[in-house]
């Protein structure tokens, strides 16, 4: 059956340092991977992709880091701001002829000032 | 504001009643995506329009909901005979990048409470 996950992983931080938020996916067919943020009562926002045949992608403050051996996906996210406090969403789409995102339970990023 | 939309924003209705949610995606995106969220989830795929066609359905949609797209623009989510457990938020996202398919942009919801 599903679990009700009222109670987010939660990371705190704070300002300044850096941040690693961890996911581990299950589907070892799928080819692609993203990191999306939402913040309180709005939809996510896409942060990073990841293909693949890549190991590691960086972008404005983010890193996504792929370890395809261990199912294991990270987002790390440089000099926290408190702007990036919002739960973070790791997702993962299949090889194949689908469009489905299969999105992660999600972890509680909490920026200390 | 050229954003994902999505209206009524929040829906409070009885159970056995029908709800219908609409979506406008940015203009020039061709595909659009219905996902259901409740609280402390991660997003839950519903259903994927390429232009007008209806390319790919959940399990989660059972017979009650009905997605559609009629030319290829908006596009509405109807409900029939409402559940409790049909409260949630419902999330519309549009793209247009075959090549990044996650690279979605989701609207701010809609959010149904059925009492």
């Known amino acids: 059956g599903e679990s009700v996950g009222l109670h987010l992983p939660t990371l705190s931080v704070q300002e300044g340092d850096n941040s690693i938020i961890n996911c581990a996916y299950s589907n070892s067919a799928s080819d692609y991977f993203i990191w999306y943020k939402q913040e309180s009562g709005k939809g996510p926002q896409f942060i990073i992709d990841?293909?693949?045949?890549?190991d590691k992608r960086q972008g404005q403050r983010v890193t996504v880091l792929l370890n395809k051996t261990v199912k294991h996906l990270s987002l790390q996210i440089a000099a926290t701001q408190p702007g990036d406090s919002a739960v973070y969403f790791c997702a993962e789409k299949a090889r194949g002829a689908t469009n489905k995102l299969i999105f992660g339970t999600g972890t509680l990023l909490a920026v200390q000032p | 504001d050229t954003g994902v939309s999505q209206d009524p924003r929040h829906k409070i209705t009885k159970r056995g009643q029908n709800v219908t949610f609409r979506c406008d995606p940015i203009?020039?995106?061709?595909?659009l995506y219905w996902y259901r969220q409740t609280l402390g989830q991660g997003p839950e795929f519903l259903t994927y329009?390429?232009?007008?066609?209806?390319?790919?359905k959940s399990r989660l949609l059972s017979d009650r909901f009905s997605a559609e797209r009629p030319k290829g623009s908006f596009s509405t989510l109807e409900i029939q005979r409402t559940e409790q457990g049909d409260s949630a938020m419902y999330l519309c996202?549009?793209?247009?990048?075959?090549?990044?398919?996650?690279?979605?942009?989701f609207g701010e919801g809609s959010r149904l409470t059925v009492l």
């Open positions: 329009f390429q232009n007008e066609a209806q390319l790919e």
């Open positions: 996202a549009s793209s247009i990048h075959p090549w990044d398919p996650g690279e979605l942009f």
């Open positions: 990841i293909r693949s045949n890549m």
């Open positions: 203009s020039e995106h061709n595909r």
